[in-house]
């Protein structure tokens, strides 16, 4: 279903990731879905992103889901980068927490009903509803 139908991203999302390819900056999608290739296929995105860490590698590697930092640590060892110079950006209070809990230079909460009150109690240290609002306006 997802071939044929398709993904529609968020644009601001897109918007976002265009902007730090054009910059050279290393991305790497971290997600508890075991379905995480195919809907970044289907979005046609997977050559976007040279590190996933999904539900598949974390059961195969015996790695912790989130709250536990463990899949966000792995997908910056896998980039080379230090997770303190490493950008979380999470939707879901467990992966706020996640991104907390690993050391992460910055841990960004994007409010999509969670709640930006609760996103910053548990870790977020800037919470927005779209991703297009960190980038500078023209």
Same mark, same amino acid.
């Given at each position: 279903m997802l071939e044929r139908e398709g993904v529609e991203a968020y644009p601001g999302s897109i918007a976002l990731v265009d902007a730090l390819e054009a910059r050279g900056i290393a991305m790497a999608i971290v997600s508890s879905s075991k379905n995480a290739p195919n809907v970044l296929r289907a979005a046609g995105l997977l050559e976007r992103f040279p590190v996933i860490v999904d539900g598949i590698f974390a059961a195969e590697h015996g790695i912790a889901g989130k709250p536990a930092p463990d899949t966000y =640590?792995? @997908?910056? =060892?896998? %980039?080379?980068? @230090?997770?303190?110079?490493? #950008? #979380?950006?999470? &939707? @879901?209070?467990? +992966? #706020?927490?996640?991104? /907390?809990?690993? !050391?992460?230079?910055? =841990?960004? +909460? #994007? &409010? /999509? +009903?969670? +709640?930006? !009150?609760? *996103?910053?109690?548990?870790? @977020? !240290?800037?919470? =927005?509803? $779209? %991703? !297009?609002?960190? *980038?500078?306006? $023209?």
């Amino acid at each position: 279903m997802l071939e044929r139908e398709g993904v529609e991203a968020y644009p601001g999302s897109i918007a976002l990731v265009d902007a730090l390819e054009a910059r050279g900056i290393a991305m790497a999608i971290v997600s508890s879905s075991k379905n995480a290739p195919n809907v970044l296929r289907a979005a046609g995105l997977l050559e976007r992103f040279p590190v996933i860490v999904d539900g598949i590698f974390a059961a195969e590697h015996g790695i912790a889901g989130k709250p536990a930092p463990d899949t966000y =640590v792995r @997908a910056a =060892v896998e %980039l080379g980068i @230090a997770t303190q110079r490493c #950008v #979380v950006f999470e &939707d @879901a209070i467990s +992966g #706020v927490q996640a991104g /907390r809990a690993g !050391d992460f230079g910055l =841990v960004v +909460g #994007v &409010d /999509r +009903g969670a +709640g930006a !009150d609760e *996103l910053r109690h548990h870790g @977020a !240290d800037v919470v =927005v509803t $779209d %991703l !297009d609002q960190l *980038l500078p306006e $023209d």
